[in-house]
């Protein structure tokens, strides 16, 4: 099974870019999409449909939402993640097989100090609270996502120059380790510990072509899903396509 992961920046936008994908040869067997910026009636059901995909999602108008789109038709789990109710549309979860997926879009968190950063700073503990609950399942398990977070000086072009992001801050990479430290694997960072692997390049300044990029969209794995990982890679090509994504595609595979 192969699981990717894509920040697609506005399903409406990327349409035409989301339905070459999905229709390629080797497309995954498994797409989780996240800032779809629609609601249910906006997404467009029918040609992701025709593509050979089921869709669930969880959407809002102009902001957030995420989608889980799958060959084998999924069973839904959750929206939205456990304890008080939120009304932006960043988490989602559903069975594929043997497999629970997740499509989650961490908030973004800028500027540092505002309360966009204590949201997301507390989005993050309610993230690691059912991800420890997932983990206790003991089932094989994929967190995808954007996950707004750039883990160490490897995944970012210039640490000193992005060093006010948020995506950088101490809090947003201590509230990142504390998931990882439950025992989950990054997946990209398993099988290529030296590589930048960027999977995102902001609009401005020239950063795509400069490839002043950041790792911030990322899979992890439980241990039964870990033990079955077998490759694991960020499809650069759809960041190079005329408007794009500010993001591109990882994708890991896993074994039978």
């Known amino acids: 099974m192969r699981i990717a992961t894509w920040n697609v920046n506005s399903v409406r936008a990327r349409k035409a870019h989301l339905l070459d994908y999905l229709r390629a ?19 467009p059901r029918p040609e992701v449909e025709e593509a050979g995909y089921h869709a669930l999602l969880a959407g809002q108008k102009g902001y957030n939402g995420v989608a889980i789109l ?15 109710e939120d009304a932006q549309a960043r988490y989602l979860e559903a069975e594929i ?10 908030p973004n968190g800028n500027p540092v100090g505002s309360e966009k950063f204590a949201y997301k700073l507390a989005w993050m503990r309610r993230m690691a609270a059912h991800a ?11 967190l995808g996502g954007d996950w707004n977070v750039c883990p160490t000086a490897l995944d ?7 060093a006010a992001d948020a995506l950088l801050q101490p809090e947003s990479r ?9 025992g989950w694997t990054d ?9 930048a692997g960027y999977t995102y390049w902001d609009y401005q300044a020239g950063a795509w072509p400069r490839d002043h990029g950041m790792r911030i969209d990322h899979l ?5 899903a870990a033990q079955r990982l077998a490759a694991c890679a960020v499809d650069r090509a759809p960041r190079g396509k005329d408007s794009p994504s500010d993001h591109t595609p990882v994708w890991c595979a896993l074994a039978a």
């Open 132 to 142: 420890a609950a997932l983990f206790a399942e003991e089932r094989a398990v994929v």
């Open 156 to 162: 970012v072009w210039d640490e000193r120059a992005m």
């Open 70 to 84: 799958s060959r084998t038709k999924a069973t839904l789990r959750r929206r939205g993640l456990p304890g008080e």
């Open 187 to 195: 997946a990209f960072r398993a099988l290529h510990p030296d590589k």
């Open 174 to 182: 201590a509230a990142w380790r504390t998931i990882l430290w439950q």
């Open 25 to 43: 040869e080797d497309a995954p067997e498994v797409v989780l999409l996240q800032e779809l910026k629609v609601e249910e009636e906006g997404f």
């Open 97 to 106: 097989g043997d497999v629970v997926v997740a499509s989650l879009y961490a």
């Open 220 to 224: 992890l794995l439980s241990p039964h």
